[in-house]
């Protein structure tokens, strides 16, 4: 046994929260369920109005974690509040509606930051579900390029982990209400270094109450104020450019993604209650072109 393994460092799992009752306990389950031996989880509950913080008080008693519920300035804010509660090297960001993929998803990201001491940021690909587990289609994510990140954002949040000294020097700005996460990639892509694991860690959760969903226009322009901030200048135009990752990255991803999903129906150890469509309608949902809003029933 090495010295990782016998002295695994501490996993900071940090979820915030706002009247997620539906789905909260399936995230805890899918943390709680990982085979990795050193894990910390800290929910921030914003005040729910629902049955959340009387979910949170049943399962501290059945899982290990630790919540605070109180109101705050939102998402980015209950982040930021948990990110300053983490004891961990390393840490993830799971929102309460989403969940880990499988009970390997936390041991192969520490895993991958171990064998790899000079990154800093690890991130892997992710599958979107629907509201009760259906798996919709696999996302694969491309390798980290700058540039490339400033004209989309590739990275999906609960598909990250990072080491402590990123949080220790950034926190997210509390002033974005949608594309908090995309400008922190943006930001600490500065000075710290990403790295691409081609193994799926995280399941997104879709549905039409989601909060992206419903404020869809405004996420847009958060965006655009965020690629604006960190533009630099170039020969080829933005929409040049995201046309040219399509075809060049994005279709041989989406293929590839076609080939995972139908691979995924012989596996056993989801972190949640995975289902699958049919074989022709997950043809049709991998395929599909266009925003994850086409995915909605």
């Known amino acids: 046994m090495n010295q990782v393994d016998a002295n695994p460092p501490l996993v900071s799992v940090v979820t915030p929260t706002y009247n997620q009752g539906p789905f909260i306990e399936?995230?805890?389950?899918?943390?709680?369920?990982?085979d990795y031996p050193r894990i910390e989880h800290i929910i921030v509950d914003g005040g729910s109005s629902d049955d959340t913080r009387q979910i949170l008080s049943r399962c501290e008693t059945t899982f290990s974690i630790r919540w605070l519920s109180e109101p705050d300035k939102g998402q980015a804010a209950a982040v930021n509040k948990g990110f300053a509660l983490a004891r961990g090297d390393v840490i993830g960001w799971l929102n309460s509606d989403d969940v880990y993929f499988d009970t390997r998803a936390v041991a192969r990201a520490a895993a991958a930051l171990a064998e790899n001491p000079q990154v800093d940021i690890i991130y892997g690909d992710i599958v979107f579900i629907g509201q009760n587990g259906r798996i919709l289609r696999v996302q694969c994510a491309p390798g980290y390029r700058a540039s490339r990140l400033r004209r989309g954002c590739f990275i999906h949040q609960p598909a990250v982990f990072l080491r402590r000294r990123v949080?220790?020097?950034?926190?997210?700005?509390?002033?974005?209400?949608?594309?908090?996460?995309?400008?922190?990639?943006?930001?600490v892509g500065g000075e710290f270094s990403f790295m691409h694991l081609p193994v799926i860690l995280a399941a997104d959760r879709h549905y039409p109450g989601r909060k992206m969903v419903l404020g869809w226009d405004r996420l847009l322009r958060e965006r655009t104020l965020v690629q604006a901030r960190f533009s630099s200048r170039s020969w080829r135009s933005p929409s040049l450019g995201r046309a040219v990752d399509r075809l060049v990255s994005g279709v041989p991803r989406r293929l590839k993604g076609l080939f995972r999903f139908q691979a995924l129906r012989k596996k056993t150890d989801f972190a949640f209650g995975a289902t699958f469509p049919s074989i022709l309608k997950m043809i049709d949902l991998q395929l599909c072109r266009g925003s994850i809003r086409r995915l909605l029933p």
């Not at 399936?26 to 990982?34: D, K, P």
């Not at 997210?172 to 930001?187: K, P």
């Open 26 to 34: 399936e995230a805890i389950r899918s943390v709680h369920c990982q």
């Open 167 to 187: 949080i220790e020097k950034h926190r997210l700005d509390e002033e974005l209400s949608y594309a908090m996460d995309y400008e922190f990639w943006l930001r």
